[in-house]
């Protein structure tokens, strides 16, 4: 059975509690992303901010650019472990509302970010015997 080791993303990028939210966004501009892990100066996992939490607390209420990260992230933080199994990491995502969870290690140590795309195309193509090549090495249709 896979666990969320098996498809998590462990090159993540994070900014810190203390990055001003203009910061954050060039982050997610030039990293191609709308979710970040927040940490604190130690590494550990405080929250996380998405490109919603920017329009919605930074833009549409007329806060500053130099704003800082953890004064409008969300600091409730969905949460699996590396070991736990596919299936129910998927429930997780369903249960919480969530389509990304931050992953932690069994000492709760931040690790990666896994996404419903990754969970889903992991039960789905969990072989590439089940795809059929229509081009290029990597093209595939389902």
Avoid: H, K, Y
């Amino acid at each position: 059975m896979s666990q969320c080791q098996d498809v998590m993303r462990s090159a993540v990028v994070v900014c810190r509690e203390t990055d001003p939210v203009e910061w954050v966004a060039a982050l997610m501009r030039d990293f191609d992303v709308t979710f970040l892990p927040v940490t604190d100066r130690n590494g550990t996992l405080v929250g996380v901010i998405t490109a919603r939490d920017l329009v919605a607390r930074v833009v549409a209420e007329g806060r500053s650019a130099s704003t800082e990260a953890r004064e409008v992230m969300t600091r409730r933080v969905a949460l699996c472990r590396t070991d736990d199994a596919l299936r129910d990491v998927e429930e997780m995502m369903v249960a919480s509302g969530r389509s990304r969870l931050a992953v932690v290690d069994a000492n709760g140590a931040f690790v990666g970010v896994v996404e419903l795309g990754d969970v889903v195309l992991s039960g789905r193509f969990a072989s590439r015997r089940d795809l059929e090549p229509v081009g290029a090495a990597d093209e595939f249709r389902i």
